[in-house]
């Protein structure tokens, strides 16, 4: 017999727990498990007047982010509407049935003004950073360091050619991401704390984006070129938790100087130092290494940058010898190369504009060489260009062949992976903010997300397999 459904929806009252509604293995319970926000009002305090109207709790606003990140919904407006009718969501955030949700306009308040003024989004990061050590899931000894590009919201068609002038203060006036840009570039100093590192770069020699001018014009990936930021990520390679976030312009230069902010952040705020640092080929110049090596005493587990090794069957670097004691190469035919072939009455450092010294060979021993032609057919002597940091590339290489190194191979695959899920489930490819604090704002948040999912997959029994998607 067909049934025919009874009751209805004019029910005056009902017996409605939503807690008895949230399945057991929810990954939005393991989350809660591990998000303790009890120290947000203190932190926020001082940013809140003592009169007035009360405001949007703020631990409400920053659940509600949480889930946003988590679970991939990236417009506030959506945001609003999924935790109104989603149990789970409204159980996260503490609300009841009948409690109403923010409007999202607050958000945009909230995140550009107070939010942004106190460094919150940093404060939660570090507290559920803090909460992942003492969880046991950072061990402190090998710490891996990438970058990844990320769309900025910004169209390529509104933009200025190189040697093009703007000005800035026409129309409405300028948006918030060009006052920052403009800041910035009056400004001009290093990036401190949590300033999101690197200003903007000559704005003479470059497309600027009209809308977010912070915004680098890039083309890395291939295909046609477009604006964009970089996340850089500094992860503990023992369980995959991220130990730090910046954001930089989609820019080879600031992606590199910012492990080293990284790096002094944790250690400043932690007191964790790895005893290795994983990282590509992007991380293996000469002057990053000798950071590493001899200003932090870390193991630089990256391969080193060195153009050195020639392709044709002529003699590349490695086919001479150094000599420390003497501070020369000894050639195939054993003649010496030495910065130095007379004594000069002023000491000089013979240090080049490229960080290099250069040691030549005798004209005369060239000259009377048979190898010549495979040595210096174009030059009348060969020439060397020693690196003022070569010890430290030294030292990469020799790591180079340990197995120990193999293994940080395999680790720096976690990093990458990262990224894949940040653009893959949390659907972070583009970002809605502008201007740098925008991107730091939004990467801060994606990592804290991903930090607390791993949390919760890893800590909570069942939880590994396991996590409704929003409808
Ligand atoms: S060409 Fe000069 S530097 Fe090269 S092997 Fe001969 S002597 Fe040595």
């Not at 046609?224 to 990520?233: D, G, L, R, V």
């Not at 932690?270 to 290795?276: K, V, Y």
Request: net charge positive; hydrophobic share 35%.
């Amino acid at each position: 017999m067909m049934g025919r459904q009874t009751g209805g929806q004019d029910q005056l009252f009902y017996a409605f727990n939503l807690e008895d509604h949230i399945p057991s293995n929810h990954l939005l319970r393991g989350i809660n498990r591990f998000l303790d926000l009890s120290d947000l009002r203190r932190h926020l305090s001082e940013f809140y007047s003592h009169t007035g109207r009360p405001s949007i709790d703020p631990e409400l606003m920053v659940r509600m982010l949480v889930i946003g990140y988590c679970f991939g919904i990236r417009s506030e407006r959506r945001l609003c509407e999924e935790v109104h009718l989603n149990l789970a969501y409204r159980w996260f955030c503490q609300l009841g049935l009948e409690d109403k949700v923010p409007d999202h306009s607050t958000f945009s308040k909230n995140r550009h003004g107070r939010f942004r003024q106190s460094k919150t989004f940093r404060h939660v990061f570090e507290t559920v950073l803090r909460r992942c050590m003492s969880e046991g899931l950072v061990g402190g000894e090998g710490f891996a360091v990438d970058a990844s590009i990320i769309k900025a919201d910004a169209n390529r068609a509104r933009s200025i050619t190189p040697g093009e002038v703007r000005d800035w203060s026409h129309g409405d006036g300028p948006s918030r991401a060009v006052r920052e840009y403009l800041a910035a570039l009056e400004e001009q100093k290093p990036a401190e704390d949590d300033t999101p590192q690197a200003g903007p770069p000559n704005a003479a020699s470059r497309t600027i984006s009209l809308t977010d001018p912070q915004s680098q014009y890039t083309a890395a990936p291939g295909g046609p070129a477009f604006f964009a930021y970089s996340t850089n990520y500094l992860i503990d390679t023992q369980h995959g938790v991220i130990l730090d976030v910046q954001a930089t312009p989609a820019h080879r230069t600031a992606e590199v100087e910012s492990t080293k902010v990284m790096v002094e952040r944790v250690e400043q705020r932690f007191d964790l130092t790895p005893a290795r640092l994983i990282g590509d080929m992007a991380y293996g110049a000469a002057p990053m290494l000798a950071w590493m090596v001899e200003d932090k005493g870390i193991e630089p587990h990256v391969p080193v940058w060195d153009k050195t090794q020639r392709k044709d069957d002529s003699f590349s670097i490695s086919d001479f010898q150094w000599n420390e004691q003497a501070d020369e190469y000894r050639c195939p035919q054993g003649h010496a190369l030495r910065n130095e072939r007379r004594a000069f009455k002023k000491a000089r450092s013979h240090v080049t504009k490229a960080d290099t010294i250069i040691y030549r060979a005798s004209q005369s021993d060239c000259a009377a060489c048979p190898m010549k032609s495979r040595c210096c057919p174009s030059t009348p002597m060969r020439k060397i260009a020693r690196s003022i940091h070569e010890a430290a590339r030294d030292v990469a290489r020799e790591i180079a062949k340990t197995d120990a190194y193999k293994q940080s191979r395999k680790d720096r695959k976690k990093v990458e992976m990262l990224f894949a899920h940040l653009k893959r489930i949390l659907k972070l490819d583009r970002l809605r903010l502008r201007g740098l604090s925008g991107a730091q704002d939004e990467f801060l948040l994606a990592a804290t997300a991903q930090n607390l999912r791993r949390m919760a997959k890893r800590l909570v029994p069942g939880n590994a397999t396991a996590g409704l998607m929003p409808a």
